[in-house]
């Protein structure tokens, strides 16, 4: 395999990359992230993906590219990552005691052949006080985070009920299905 670059800042999808054993390079891509108008929720990410692959190719065309982007869907209604505290209390608030889906598009990217895929989990909340947001906001400051929350943290332990599907999706890469495909 040629240079492996991952376009991405995200602290989480480094870390899975490094536990799985890669080494890689970090490069972030600086594309507009900006959710095309029309497009089913299910399709942006890997939209994205693929936007942020192409950025890092132009300047890196010998290396193996991986892109990820990452939204959570409540109904059909695509929850960024939040502005601020409001923002990210109204957001947590939504999904108290619903289930929404996280979804995830990585796009691998080399000289021969561009991949893309998507894995959808189901994260299904407890109800949750507005005590326990806002402590969650307080201690966490989850402005980084689509849906203003990561399972790997408080919120994930006492708030989420359960899954259908990839943990490590709704951390932001779907880790396993991304090795399989290198």
């Known amino acids: 395999m040629d240079k492996l670059i991952l376009a991405s800042q995200s602290p989480r999808r480094q870390q899975l990359m490094e536990q799985a054993g890669y080494q890689f390079t970090v490069i972030a891509a600086d594309v507009d992230e900006t959710n095309p108008i029309g497009m089913a929720g299910e399709l942006v990410p890997a939209f994205l993906a693929h936007k942020k692959a192409l950025a890092i190719a132009q300047n890196y065309p ?3 590219i991986i892109a990820a982007d990452t939204i959570v869907l409540l109904g059909n209604e695509i929850l960024g990552k939040p502005v601020d505290s409001e923002d990210a209390m109204a957001m947590l608030q939504s999904l108290s005691g619903n ?6 598009g990585v796009c691998i990217w080399t ?3 561009i991949q893309q895929f998507s894995v959808i989990t ?3 909340f407890r109800p949750l006080s507005l005590q326990q947001i806002q402590y969650y906001i307080t201690h966490y400051k989850p402005f980084d985070k689509a849906g203003s929350y990561a399972i790997q943290e408080w919120i994930g332990m006492v708030g989420i009920e359960k899954i259908n599907g990839d943990y490590y999706n709704v951390m932001g890469l779907p880790i396993g299905e991304l090795v399989k495909r290198l």
């Open 62 to 64: 010998d290396d193996t």
């Open 122 to 124: 189901e994260v299904y």
């Open 111 to 113: 000289k021969n052949e």
């Open 99 to 104: 289930m929404h889906r996280v979804v995830t």
